[in-house]
């Protein structure tokens, strides 16, 4: 039980972010991204500049500054308001929210690991590991809410 709600804290956080970061998004402009990426790599924050961690971080935030980011803002917008809905039921233990929680992540984690390989991200497994780890977390307290409801 209390794993199941540090999994939901987690979730709620990373809805919340992705939530900002649709928003900011939309208020950040691409040459101000391009200066914040500079800045990150003109000061070795992510190792030498032609490693392979600032590699992916100037390949993930190339689409960004090119202006196009019609795709990632409602991206992130979906997915932050989904994961903060789903975590909000299942918070409230409303039964039908968790097949529905099931579904959802299971599709993330496939999307996750399709476009991990696509684009070669190093985030992208970890988050679908995670999402994997959180659907077990649900299933197990979903059959535990059953049983309970069950035997009432």
């Known amino acids: 039980m209390r ?13 919340a972010a992705e939530l900002i970061g649709a928003i900011v998004l939309v208020l950040v402009s691409g040459a101000t991204v391009q200066r914040l ?7 070795d924050l992510l190792g030498p500049p032609d490693g392979s961690l600032a590699r992916h971080f100037v390949a993930g935030t190339s689409e ?7 795709f990632a803002v409602l991206y992130l917008a979906l997915h932050g308001v989904v994961k903060l809905a789903l975590v909000v039921a299942l918070l409230r233990r409303w039964l039908p ?12 984690v496939v999307y ?7 684009t070669g991200s190093i985030l992208l497994p970890f988050l679908a590991a995670l999402d ?3 659907i077990v977390l649900v299933i197990r307290e979903y059959v535990v809410l059953r049983r ?5």
Do not use: C, M, Q, W
Request: no cysteine; charged share 20%.
């Open 3 to 15: 794993l199941f709600r540090v999994a939901l804290l987690i979730k709620g956080i990373d809805g």
């Open 37 to 43: 990426v500079a800045d990150v790599l003109a000061r």
């Open 64 to 70: 960004f500054v090119s202006g196009d980011r019609t």
């Open 97 to 108: 929210a968790y097949p529905v929680a099931v579904v959802v992540l299971g599709a993330f």
């Open 112 to 118: 996750e690991v399709v476009r991990a390989v696509h």
């Open 132 to 134: 994997t780890a959180i």
């Open 148 to 152: 309970v409801d069950r035997a009432r």
